[in-house]
Every structure is written in C-alpha cells, then in structure tokens.
C-alpha cells in the first residue's frame, strides 16, 4: 500500500546511511592575509575542493556553481574576486548589496539574495537581483513576483527549508512545502528553480550528508508531482563536500574565500 511505496522510495537513502561513507580530508585554506593576488589563490583552493567532492560522487564538477557569499565585504574585494573567475555573489542585506551592485557596475557576475527576506525590502531584490535563495512564505513570494519588472526575466527563486528547527532560523516546515511549492511556481514573474537549507553544524560526515539528503529527497518528491526542479543550493565552508556528495548545484562559500568577518 502506500507505506510500502514509501519504504520503496526512501530504500537508496537508507541503504547508503548503512554504507560506508567517505571522509573528505578537509585541507586548510592557504594561511594568508587576503589581498587581490591571495584571494586568487583561496578562490582556486575552494574550486580544487569542489572537483575532488564531485569526482568522488562521480558528478561532473561544472554541475556545481560557487556562490561567493560577500556580507560585509567591500566592492573592492568582490572586483579581485570577479578579476579570480567567481561569477556568482551572494548577499544577505539589501542596502548593502545594492551599493556594491552600483560599484561593480556592468561587471558580469550573478547576483543571488540569500538574506532572510522582509515583505518592505522585496521590490528591490525583485528589481535587482537574478536570483532569490530564500523564500519560506507565500506571501513574499507574490510580492517578489509582483515587483518583478516586465523588461527583465522571471526571477529564479528557491524555497528555504527549516530540516532542523531552530527558533532563529527561517524556513518553510518539510510538512508545508508541497502546497508553498505549488503554489509558488504558478506565479508568472517568478521561476521555482528548486530548494535551499541552511542546518547547524553538524558533528560528523554522515550526519552532515544525512541532513542534505532529505532536501535532496524533498526535491525528487516534488518533481515527481510535476514540477521540475534543478537546483539544490546547501553546503557552506564548513559542509560543502558533504552537500556535494548528495547532489547540491550551489554552494555558499564565504569564509573559505574571504576568511572570517
């Protein structure tokens, strides 16, 4: 009956949960002030880590997009950035990103909000940004797909979602993604890409990959109701090889790169 197609579906996961699972040696970043020429070397440091997570999950590592998480960090830092080959910044405070966006001016780079989300702060991020992380409500969804401009393309959005709860953490509840989903990819300015989580640390690989398997596995539930999404945006200095291992397109790198705030 139903039980057992559930059983069915979740059988891989709790086959490899029982399985060995490879430890990635993390290497330390280089230990370096960060200027312009270091940052070069930080940004390749994190792109090897990349390939040799994705190889070991036999993926093709170009299926998985740096995001250079940039709060608090100065335009000038995101131009030697840019200069090191990272096309995709990620900020969490509007006012903040919107004078950088000004500084780098035509620089062609990707511009992700992966900031908690307030419903007087959604018509700039829908003017100026491709890309939304972190929708948890509808309500900020209709908003975003409101202010969105005509001239520009729907806005590729992902839903956050609360795995682990945390009272000072956003999210949408596993139980209520479905309907948030659905609803959300009916709204024409905007473009339901796919899910995202942020979870606290947590204390070894097999915990780290069990927890980014569930929103792996929440993805694959909801394309098999129809919808079709690509992107799985987890993993962060701490866990992204771990995230990688279970299937994440984006990750958001920031201290890896540009060292702690």
Known sequence: GEKLRDINRHLPLLIRLCTPIPVYKRAP??????????????????????????????????????????????AEL????????????????LKEALGKMDQLGSAAVHWHFIGGLQANKTRGVAERFEWVHSVDRLGVARRLSEQRPFHAPPLNVCIQVALVPEPTKRGVEPANLAELALRTAE???????????????????????????????????????????????????????????????????????????
């Open 29 to 74: 970043p280089p230990n370096m002030l960060i200027g312009p020429q270091n940052l070069a070397v930080r940004v390749n440091h994190v792109r090897s880590r990349i390939t040799h997570a994705a190889q070991a999950a036999g993926r093709d590592p170009g299926s998985v997009t740096l995001i250079a998480v940039t709060k608090a960090k100065p």
């Open 78 to 93: 995101l131009m030697a950035a840019a200069t090191a080959g990272v096309t995709d910044f990620g900020e969490n405070y």
């Open 187 to 261: 709204l024409p300015r905007l473009r339901l890409r796919g899910l995202m989580c942020v979870p606290p640390p947590q204390p070894d690989v097999r915990a780290e990959r069990s927890v980014f398997a569930r929103l792996r596995i929440l993805l694959e539930d909801l394309n098999a109701t129809g919808l079709k999404l690509d992107t799985l945006s987890m993993g962060m200095s701490a866990d992204f090889e771990s995230a990688i291992a279970e299937g994440a397109t984006q990750v958001r790198i920031g201290t890896a790169i540009f060292g702690s705030r």
